[in-house]
């Protein structure tokens, strides 16, 4: 018999429910808190930003599995299974003896897994009246499937994306425009926080810190408008969870079962997506998969962050987040991984990090880079930046198996394309890329600011 090469769900397949791991957490997360009173915050206290369903799935530690509403289902069919696929050619290329798959979330027409939170939550903020919707964006993907998703309920979108990425990336704010968004690059003169970031620092060329406070500024000061967000959030994680429930139906067909599950790591939901329904089975089935996050060398807060509370963005108009974080002051080095330049870690994840159950590795760009490119070399996916990361880290990962001789099989997460991120594969292919360090002086000078607030 051939090898078969892909895996794939009939539409009647799709799983209808989402995983909430809140409810299976040996240690559940700590709350989110107000700034000033330091009071654990409500759903009524959020969902003056939010949408308030999305609340309520942040702060359910009880209900481990959440239905999907019938309409999401629908718009999820327009791209939805996704296939899995058997790396039989980067397997060949490394001579390993791991059985590699990778779950495609690039082949949706937006190009990331970002679509499945957010269509979710513009479906919620349509059902509870709301007339806008505004958002921060990095590379761009998530601000891309937040303009498609208000255009399909109708909603208008404003889209602050982070400067440097509007440079390295500019396709992307066309795409947030064909969908109808209005694009504005963040740091801005549009908002306050903007112009106090701008006044201190002219050349600022934007992070996620910056467009979050501009986003959130925008939602907070405009009626009817709600901010809606592509990771770090609980909801956010949730929502992904479709990613890695598919999966898990789709490893039984190929009759495997992942010893190790990897994705790469921005704020953690491409991560949390394909890794929580494999958890749940190490937390309450006895299995022993391990799993990898992979962030940028230039932004570790997984392995070199520390564990408190921090904003969540840079102006900290957002409420304080219990979160493995670099200091939300940390400015990260203008990597072509525009999405994974986040100073913090989603606050499941912190607290799993924090648990043992999971762990982080750490990969310098020209890593990523190579990795990428072996990979397009292969499989004939070109990767997003991002998505580079699990790629390397998958590759150390098979490397080990061909010195031990082990069979292990690797999963994971290819999270999106780089087919609007070809002006990065350039600058790599030119030699113009170089890896960044960051010291430990300056990751304990950015958390002693925090300190003095
Ligand atoms: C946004 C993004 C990421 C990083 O975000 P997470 O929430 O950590 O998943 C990774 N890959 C791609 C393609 C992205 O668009």
Redesign the pocket.
């Known amino acids: 018999m051939s090898k078969q090469k892909k895996f794939i769900l009939q539409e009647s397949e799709i799983p209808t429910q989402w995983y909430n791991i809140q409810a299976d957490m040996p240690t559940k997360p700590m709350p989110p808190i107000h700034p000033a009173t330091k009071q654990p915050l409500g759903v009524d206290d959020l969902a003056h930003i939010f949408p308030r369903e999305c609340c309520v799935q942040e702060l359910d530690t009880e209900h481990r599995w959440i239905d999907i509403p019938e309409e999401v289902l629908e718009k999820y069919k327009f791209y939805r299974s996704t296939p899995l696929v058997r790396a039989y050619a980067l397997e060949e290329a490394l001579g390993t003896p791991a059985h590699i798959y990778f779950k495609n979330e690039s082949t949706n027409p937006l190009g ?3 679509i499945n939170s957010a269509i979710p939550q513009c479906y919620y903020a349509k059902q509870e009246g709301t007339t806008n919707v505004t958002t921060e964006t ?2 761009g ?2 601000g891309a499937a937040l303009s498609y998703a208000a255009k399909i309920y109708g909603l208008d979108c404003a889209v602050y994306q982070v400067k440097i990425t509007m440079q390295q990336k500019p396709y992307r704010s066309s795409i947030m425009r064909t969908f109808g968004a209005v694009v504005e690059g963040s740091p801005s003169m549009s908002t306050r926080a903007g112009k106090d970031i701008l006044t201190k620092d002219p050349t600022h060329s934007g992070s996620l810190g910056t467009a979050i406070s501009e986003a959130v500024e925008l939602a907070t000061t405009t009626p009817n408008c709600k901010y809606t967000l ?3 959030l609980n909801h956010v994680g949730l929502h992904q969870t479709i990613i890695g429930l598919e999966a898990e139906k789709q490893m039984e067909m190929a009759g495997e079962y992942p010893d190790i599950v990897i ?9 949390g997506g394909i890794a929580f329904p494999f958890m749940r089975h190490n937390l309450c089935d006895g299995k022993k998969t391990e799993f990898i996050a992979a962030e940028p060398d230039s932004c570790p807060k997984l392995t070199r962050g520390q564990f408190r509370y921090d904003f969540g963005d840079e102006a900290g108009y957002t409420p304080l987040l219990p979160m493995f974080t670099l200091g939300h002051n940390f400015k990260p080095s203008n990597i072509h991984a525009g ?2 330049r986040y100073h913090g870690a989603g606050m499941i994840v912190s607290q799993l990090l924090k648990d043992g159950l999971m762990r982080g590795v750490d990969i310098p760009q020209l890593e990523t880079f190579e990795a990428g490119m072996l990979f397009a070399r292969t499989e004939g996916i070109i990767p ?1 930046p ?2 580079c990361h699990a790629i390397a880290a998958t590759i150390r990962e098979a490397k080990k198996c061909k010195e031990t001789g082990e069979e292990k099989v690797i999963l994971f997460n290819l ?2 394309h780089g087919l609007i991120d070809m002006p990065s594969y350039d600058s790599f292919i030119k030699g113009d890329l170089q890896n960044y360090t960051v010291t430990d002086e300056m990751i304990a000078a950015n958390l002693a600011e925090l300190d003095k607030q």
């Open positions: 990331s897994h970002k990095g590379a993907q998530w592509g990771s770090v994705a790469c790591f921005g704020g953690g939901s491409n991560f999405g994974l997003a991002e998505s999270s999106g």
